[in-house]
Each structure stands twice: as C-alpha cells, then as structure tokens.
Nanobody, 125 residues
Framework: QVQLIESGGGSVQAGGSLRLSCANS????????MGWFRQAPGKEREFVAA????????AYTDSVKGRFTITRDNAEDTVYLQMNSLKPEDTAVYYC??????????????????WGQGTQVTVSS
C-alpha cells in the first residue's frame, strides 16, 4: 500500500523558492512513476511535473518550465519539487501522486492511483 506524505509548503514572496518533498511510507513492489499536481481556489487540479520510475525522464507543464525541477531519491522513497522564481499564480495546494502501473512519465490525473493529502503554497506579490 502506497502512503504519500507531502511537506515543504509555506508562504513566500514572489521570486522566492520552496522545495516540496513527497515521502512514500508504504510498500510497493517497484518504484512507481510519480507526479505533482496543484489546485488553486476555484480551479481544477492541473498537472505540474512528472518523473519516471528511475528518474531518467521528466515532464513539466509549460508555465513552470525553467523554474521547477522534479527529482527523486529511490533509496529514500522520496520525490522532490524544487520551485524557484515563484510567482503569485503558483499559489495553490500541491499534491504528489503515484502511478503504480506506469514506468514512464504520466501527465494526466487519471493515470495516478495514489495521492497525498496536499500542501499549501502561497506566493505573495
């Protein structure tokens, strides 16, 4: 059973940085593909970034390319999202997710079968 726990959210001024972590405290037969999504008030949940099971492949939504970086440490069962040059429009609840049936990057929410509880990121101007 996969159990995802996010941490690292908080409040920051525009231009600042945050690093989100997502730890899997459960047990899996192999390392799943992982992703980050976000949901702002009044908006649908949107894809942010994804990483393949071994970290060799990554994908990003256009609005965060060049600013966000997704990485993973399989020895620690943890995925990270480094967020630099944050903007007010990055304000949202950020969720990590695991796609236990996929090896490669997954860009759609329907491809994930486990989700964390979310962590709030607030960027002020």
């Amino acid at each position: 059973q996969v159990q995802l726990i996010e941490s690292g959210g908080g409040s920051v001024q525009a231009g600042g940085s945050l690093r989100l972590s997502c730890a899997n405290s459960g047990r899996t037969f192999r390392n799943p593909a992982m992703g980050w999504f976000r949901q702002a008030p009044g908006k649908e949940r949107e894809f942010v970034a994804a990483i393949s099971w071994n970290g060799a492949n990554t994908a990003y939504t256009d609005s965060v390319k060049g600013r966000f970086t997704i990485t993973r440490d399989n020895a620690e069962d943890t995925v990270y999202l480094q967020m630099n040059s944050l903007k007010p429009e990055d304000t949202a609840v950020y969720y990590c997710a695991a796609a236990t049936f996929s090896f490669t990057v997954v860009r759609v929410a329907q491809g994930y079968d486990y989700w964390g509880q979310g962590t709030q990121v607030t960027v002020s101007s």
